[in-house]
Each structure stands twice: as structure tokens, then as C-alpha cells.
């Protein structure tokens, strides 16, 4: 039981850690310092009030918030269990790696002048554009398939946002956003070695992949704030700025299902489901038809199972989305709930 | 001035006792004489000549599984078996032989010990890995025979060395075998060589310490081990190199310094050899941990004074049986691990080359050398106390009856006649494959961890690199 409990210290420490995880606090302060910049070049804040508008009582121990790290600590524990269950990257890299020897009938090693330097940046760049578009499509995939909606969107009954909103996840997404990881990087990690031989090597900063250190430093916690960084038009159509991420969780229907991605605007660009943002941010956070109700243990654990549920008691509507009251087929779970919402909320004031 | 020769002087004493704990506590070696009512003239209780002899024999019957020309040679193969199932007297020493300044003491087995022979203590059991239900002294005869008529040891028709195969096989079914299922099973019973008798009659040791000098001396470790560094044991082992000068390979094994190497006490013999190439990567220490144990179980025996055994000294000695036991399989298993690494990269090189290549010939027997020394160590890792089940039968069909050959054919059973009968059907990627199964199964299985030559090794690396897959962080 005290080894049990001493895991589970340790795994909680880690998240502030462990340079791989977002809630670093190394990258906690980096995205202090920049939300601080933001406020003093945009608006000419003084030190004490960048510090009241950035840790405003109102959004850190909000009920949306108080949410966040309940589900933040009771996950961790759940995971312990369910992590050592799941299918481990090393073996599924291993299956691969021993399948492309049967698949190419030998060992095929190729580019084999080619500096280490220019393999491990190739694999680099790889493990990262695998994995943000692997995120994108899973996001996408957790809003329009209304069976895992009903999980995505604990998530989303955010209504204000933290850098632990980040962790404001179902176990059921958990487990898939696990599985995720594991099938990218063993194709990842099995095919590199496979062609290129022990010249792949990661390139990290800190034991994190570059890339994600990079996007982490520069900020990636102020996606779940309410900073309203913008990055303008252009790069936008490249990058998901935090402004970016916040209409993505608004509860305007103008804004449902936009910019599903982690760090590139690309996939959301050719998937047309970019929204650039505009100079000011007029709208509220959360799911329609769901305000305020949906920061209780029941709401955030069991009610998805219940809605998800209910999504597959018709095959045809698991698959296209139920029909609502207006006799309108939506496209996505998330639509169901706008078409089915009561009364708009007002839009939440800038802070 | 008085400081200092006080100084000088506590330091000579602090040295000096330090050579005398060498020389008491961590050589094997000098044990004394504990048997009541001994008569005799021996002034040490230590002895295991009969091993070592068959340590000599072993060398000798490996060098002369490589000298065949091709065509049968019913003499080779008669000098071949008085090594392993003969008693004569005369035999010469083939190896270990003296190498430039390296100068072997004893010439002829019998400078040894007189009237040993290999066959006899051959494991009997069956032996799983290979077709047609052999013994281990079927295997072996069936082998010197292939040997005497193939060609400097190869058969590269079929995939065979040999002089690897007879030779890796023999550091299990002969060695790991009787010390391991024998003198450090059965012979630490209360019933079987008491210690308070002698282990024949006029013996100058007990049943019990001669029964365990036995299980060293089949080790193969020099009496000194402990002072030598894995490295030090390997170059002994080699005699020097090219790079490594042989006068150093005499200083590390001439303890006694006469300018000769006692092959009785000071040679290192194959199984030590294998543990010591493990340990070189500095992620083991087989060597040390069970000649340390063969040690502490001799100091037992020599505390015992030639009394019987009680029941918890019996205890203790079984646990020092037990470190050897694991340790000892532990190095056969690195050793099958290694030569699975080794055959593989030889597909690697052999894929991408033809016949007509320069260097086809130097690399097909290179694998052909190497998954002889895979065969010959996954089949000796089977002849152990432990029946090693699933694993071995796993091994077994991985690495099956002999290497996919570049033409694709395999042999896959052996006729009446004693002729290989040859198959397609394993392909070369799928073979390639099977190493790296034979290299996991070691891992997960038997838990090797020196890992040379480790196929995968970068797999585990990326893995960790890339982090843990668990994640609950929601975009």
C-alpha cells in the first residue's frame, strides 16, 4: 500500500518533471514570461497587475477549474492501473521490425553514406509530423464520432481554461490517446532502424523530442488560458496559436469542430477546419446545453458512458450522428449538442 | 624520520597481510587436509586433474575437428575418437600447446592425469534439438565422423563447422553438465561422499571437497581468478594476440612465477573463457560471482574439518551450487544471445552480395562458424539440471536443424544413412527474423544481460527516448 501510494506521488511529481509532459514547469514558466511580455507591450501593465490578470482567482479555483484538478489527480491513479495493461510501444516497435524482415525477405539498410546527423533530423522530424497528424485525426475523430464525443467532451464543458485543462480528459480518451502514441512511434522507431540502422537517433532537448520542446517553451500552455495570443493570418494558416485553440473551445455554433490541431494549423488548413482568430476574443467557453452542470464526479466519469451509450442504441446513429429534434442530421456529436442546446449563454467578458 | 619509518613500515605489514589474504582467501588452492585418520603424505586436500585433463582433451578434439581435407579420413577419425571416447595412454597435448613465450607446462594428457576420456561423462539424454532422437555421445560420434570427412571442419553445402559444433556442445553435455546436474546436485546429498570419509580409498580430500573441487575444475577458471580482470582472463584464454602481447598473457597466468603456465591451476579452459567475454562489457560479472562462490563453498568444507555435514552447512553449500548453477547457465545463454547477433549481420552482409563476390567465400564461412557456435551453445544450454521446457523447444524450432543456406534450402532431418535431407521453406528474411526472436526469447527468458551483439539494442533506446506512450494531455 505505501509502495502503491509512493508510485503514485512519483507519477504526479513527474508531470512537472519530466520535459516530455506539457505541464512542465519549466514550460509552465516559460509561458508565464510570455503571457507577462503580452500583457506589458499590449496593454502597459504594471508587474502586480500582469500577476492579477494572469492568476485571477476567478478562472485558477473556478468550479470548471476545481474540475480540472480533480480529474488531474484521480486520473493519475486510474492510470496506474490501466497503463501496465495496455499494449507497450517496445513490443508492438519490436512486431513491426521482425514483420519488415519477412515483408522485404531480409535486412534492407539504405542511404547508407548519409551523415548520422541528417538520419536522427529525419527521424526527428518524422516522430513529430507523425504524431501532430495522428493528433489531428484522432481530435477530429473524438468530435464527429458521437460514441467518443460523449468522452471528448468532459474535456470541453470547460468553461474556464488552465494549463491543467490539458489533463482534463476521460480515461476512455486516455487510453486511446496512449494507444495513439504507441502504434506512431513503434512504426516510427521500427522502420527507421529498420532502413537506417542504429545512425537513427532522437534529437531532444532535455530528453524531450526538439520540435515538441521548441513548441512547449514557446508557450503552448496559454492554448488552455485565457491570454488571447494571437499569431496573425498568415502564420496561422501554419501554426495553432492559443487564440487559435480557444475557438476551438468556444460554445458558439460558428465555432464548432474548428482547428482540431496540437501544433501545426496545416492539417486543419487541408482538412478545412481552420479558423484564424480575430483581434478580440467575444465569446463563451464550454458545451452548449451543458453550463455549470459538468464539474461533479458523476458528469466527469460516468455520464460519458451513459451518452455513449445512448450514441450506439442505433447502429446508424453511431455512425452519422443521432437525429435531433429539428429533423436535422449534424455531422458531428458536438453539432447534436449545439442543434439541441436551450437558450445562447451571453458571451464571457475578456479578462 | 621516526614517522616515517613508522609509516613505511605499517604500510610493508598492510601489504603483506594483504598477500597473505590473496593467497589464503582468494585462490583456489592450499585447502588443507581435513580428513581424519589421513595417512598419506599430501599436504592439500585440492584436486581436479581429471578435469582439467578433459579440458585438454576437449581442445585437442576441436583442433583436430578442423584438419580433415575433405575426403573421408578414417585415421583422423580414430585420433579424433581416442580424444573423446578413448583411454590410451600417450596422448599429446594438440591444445592449449605453448605459443611463442606463453609456455604450457604439461605436453601429454597424461602430465595431467592418466586414463580420461570425454565420452563417458557425455550427457545421455535425448537430444531434442537435433533429428533422429540422439544421445549426446550419439551427436558427438555422429558429428567426429561428418568432421573427418569435411573440409578443414566445414561442410559449406549444408551450413556445418564442426570443430564449433563439437566443441560448444561439449562446454554443455560434458562440463555444465556434470557440475551443474552432478557434483553440485546429486553429490550434496547427506548420503552421497559424506565429508567425513574419503572420497575413494588413501584419497587425501573428503567426498564432499572432492566432489566440488570436481564442479571447478570442469569451471575451467585458473586457482587465481579472482585477481584477474575479465580482460586478463580472455588474453590468457587466447595465449596473446596480435595485439596483445603474449608475455602478458604468461604474466597473468604464471601465478607461481616459473615461467611456464600450469595447465592443472593456471590455464584457462572454455567455460571460464565465455564467462570472462561477458564480463567484458562490464555489465556482468559471471566470472568472479561463481568462482567467489566456488570459493566460499571450499572454505566451508575446509571449515568443517572433515566432519559430516549438518544440515544447514549442506544448505549453504546448496545455495553457493545455486549462484553457480545461474551464473553458469546465465553465460551459455550470452553466449547463444552473441552468436544469434553474430548470424544475423552475417545475412545482413550475405544478402547483399553473389558468389562470384570477393570475400563470398571468407563471409559464408563466417556464418556458417558462427551458427555453428549457436547451435553448439543453444543445445549445451539444454543439458543443464533444469528442464528448460518451452524455451528449449522454442529455441530449438527458431533456430532449427542447420542455416537457411544462400541457395534457400535448409536441412531439416537426417536419413537412416546418416545423410542430410534438405528442404526449402524457411525464407531468409523470415530466418533473419528468427534471430531476433532467439535474442528476445533469451531476454525475457533467461534474462541475459550482457546483450552482445544485441540486434535491437537501439529499439530499447528510441523507446525510451520517445518517452512513455501514456498520456492524458487533450488538445
Redesign the interface.
Known sequence: MESLLLDYLDRVGDMFA?P???VFVGYLASSFVIAAAFFFLTRRLSFPFICKALFDKKVWWSASAKGDYKLLLI?QAV?MGL?PR?I???AV??LL???L???????V?IWTDAPGWVIAFLFTVT?FLLDDVT?YWL?RILHRWPVLWAF?KV?HTAETLTPF?????H?V??VL???R??LV?AV???T??YFF??R???I?VL???AFLFAFNALGSNL?HSHVWLRYGRLVEHVLISPAQ?QI?HSIESRHCDRNF??VLALWDWMGGSLEVAERKRNFALGVAGHRGNRNNLESLYLVPFVESYQSIKHPLRAILGPLTRRGRMPESGRQADILTMGPRPKPSSRP | MRKFLSVGVSTLAISMIGSAALADGQVYSNFPVTLKNYEGKKKTSVSYTGQIARHALHDSLKKLAGKGNGQPNPELKAKMMSYFAGKDKGRAIVAPATKGPFAVKQKGVDDISGGKNLAGKTYKGTITGMPNNMTGPDLLNFWIDKASSADKGYDLTNGYNYPQLISKFIMGAVFYNQAVDGYLDEYLSAEKKPNDKPYKKGAAYTGKEHAWDEAFGYFGAPAHTLSLTPSQVYQIAKQGSKSKDPKDALGFADFNKDGMVDLKSEMVFAPAYYAAGADKGGKTKYMHTITGAFLDGRKLLAAAKGEKLSDAQRGQLRGYASVIENNWEGTLAEATFKYAGSVYKD??KL?GMKATDDGYTKTLKNYVKHWGELKGFSLALQTGKKNLGGTASTLNILVGFGPVMPDGQQVVNIDGGGKYVRAGGV????Y??NM??VQ?LLVKDLSVKARANDM????????K???????????
Open positions: 519530466n516530455q509532459k506539457r486520473n492510470m497503463g495496455l507497450g510501444k517496445l516497435a519490436t521490425f521482425e514483420s524482415h519477412v515483408w522485404f525477405d531480409g535486412r539498410l516522430v493528433k481530435h471528448h474535456h485543462t490539458v489533463l482534463r480528459t480515461p480518451e486516455a490517446f496512449t494507444l502514441a504507441t512511434h516510427a522507431i521500427a527507421f532502424l540502422g542504429d537513427a537517433t532522437l531532444a530528453g524531450a523530442n492554448r485553440h476551438h490541431g496540437a | 545475412m545482413v544478402k525464407t531468409w528474411g523470415n533473419m527474423k531476433l526472436k528476445n535491437t539494442k537501439e529499439m530499447d533506446a528510441l523507446t527516448a520517445l518517452g512513455e506512450s501514456e498520456s492524458a494531455e487533450n488538445d
